[in-house]
């Protein structure tokens, strides 16, 4: 069987392993069964509960009561709100229980969903064809909207695999009023339309792409569950308020500004408040920054651009001496000096620099053309 989520169709080249490749490109949110090689004891049936993954990160969990021998990367038929639809399965046996704790703590096994059979050959073909016939129709669909006028923007569109059903995921900042664009687009299409809203960070994971990092989406690879993000984040980490930088992909705060938030905060707490302005005779001096990692805090004079750089240790001190009612005369006194990092030379030893290297410089000598030998000279015997 080939990757279906592949635009060829195919398995991707090197793979070698039904489409399950770990690249990001064919399976989003991919899972490694740590525990497949674990065998259950004695008398100990395996759990029924199967997750399967549907296009992009869309999953769900279902029951397996024919008692199929199933492993991740089988293609199955399962059941759906009318007709059948098919996944691949993602996680099987005592992994699928941990999901499942995890991911849907009130998950009722009786009102699971069942898993009718394996797929055959003739269902994936159809289930494969309904997956070439989504982008066109996506297209088509927003040119309906368009012609309503309607202030939505449709990002996806899933086909069901019996063809039956084409649900649309669209975003929208206030609510649309989208009966009329259902009765054109099941004129249109001859299929049932079910419409279904999503954020902007949903979009984002479902459409994939690119971070500023130079690697693919968090939300689109293994993240999850979306966590609110807040400007206090970044100033936690001493960045600028920049909202060209901060906000990824889906136009919201990145999702990795709360990664190393609780090692800065944490590193915060050992250091001096940083609103606590430092008085001396010369006058008072405000915070400016930080650098959690080498320990240095920089503080100004109002109207002065020369920065004075002291330790924790050091603005204690001087906060110790405001506290007792002294002031210092300047904090010149106990700037610490910062050591210059050494910049390493380089010489262009090789001239590998020069543009043209490569260019000949000296002028192809010109061959002398031979004179033509004049018949009546004698012709000398060596």
Request: positive net charge; hydrophobic residues 35%; glycine residues 8%.
């Amino acid at each position: 069987m080939g990757c279906a989520s592949c635009g060829s169709g195919g398995t991707p080249n090197g793979c070698k392993n039904n489409g399950l490749c770990s690249s990001g490109g064919c399976d989003k949110l991919e899972v490694y069964d740590w525990l497949s090689n674990v065998a259950l004891p004695e008398n100990q049936k395996a759990y029924e509960i199967v997750e399967v993954r549907f296009k992009n990160a869309r999953k769900g969990f279902y029951r397996n009561i024919n008692g199929l021998g199933l492993q991740a990367g089988d293609v199955v038929v399962v059941e759906a709100s009318s007709g059948y639809d098919i996944g691949v399965i993602s996680v099987v046996g005592e992994l699928a229980r941990i999901q499942v704790k995890r991911k849907a703590p009130t998950f009722k096994h009786a009102e699971a969903r069942k898993i009718m059979d394996i797929a055959k050959q003739e269902e994936i073909d159809l289930w494969i064809k309904g997956r070439s016939l989504e982008k066109d129709i996506m297209y088509k669909s927003r040119t309906l909207a368009m012609n309503l006028k309607l202030e939505m923007k449709i990002s996806d569109v899933e086909y069901q695999a019996d063809l039956s059903k084409a649900t649309f995921y669209y975003t929208a900042e206030g609510r649309v009023d989208f009966r009329q664009l259902i009765k054109d687009m099941a004129d249109a299409f001859k299929v049932r339309i079910e419409m279904r809203q999503i954020g902007s960070r949903q979009e984002s994971a479902r459409l994939g792409g690119i971070g500023s990092c130079g690697r693919e989406l968090c939300c689109s690879t293994w993240l999850t569950d979306f966590r609110s993000v807040s400007t206090a984040a970044a100033r936690y980490q001493q960045l600028s308020l920049n909202p060209q930088k901060l906000a990824g992909q889906c136009g919201k705060l990145k999702c990795c500004l709360n990664y190393e938030l609780d090692m800065y905060t944490e590193a915060l707490k050992a250091l001096p408040k940083a609103d606590i302005k430092l008085k001396t005779e010369k006058g008072d001096a405000y915070h400016v920054k930080t650098d959690v990692f080498k320990q240095f805090m920089w503080y100004a004079y109002p109207g002065e651009g020369a920065l004075v750089v002291l330790t924790p240790e050091q603005v204690r001190k001087v906060q110790q001496m405001n506290k007792n009612g002294n002031t210092p005369r300047d904090l010149k006194e106990f700037a610490f000096e910062v050591e210059k990092e050494v910049e390493i030379g380089y010489d262009n030893v090789v001239g590998q620099d020069s543009l043209n290297r490569f260019e000949n410089k000296q002028k192809p000598k010109k061959k002398k053309k031979k004179k033509p030998r004049n018949p009546n000279q004698p012709v000398s015997n060596a």
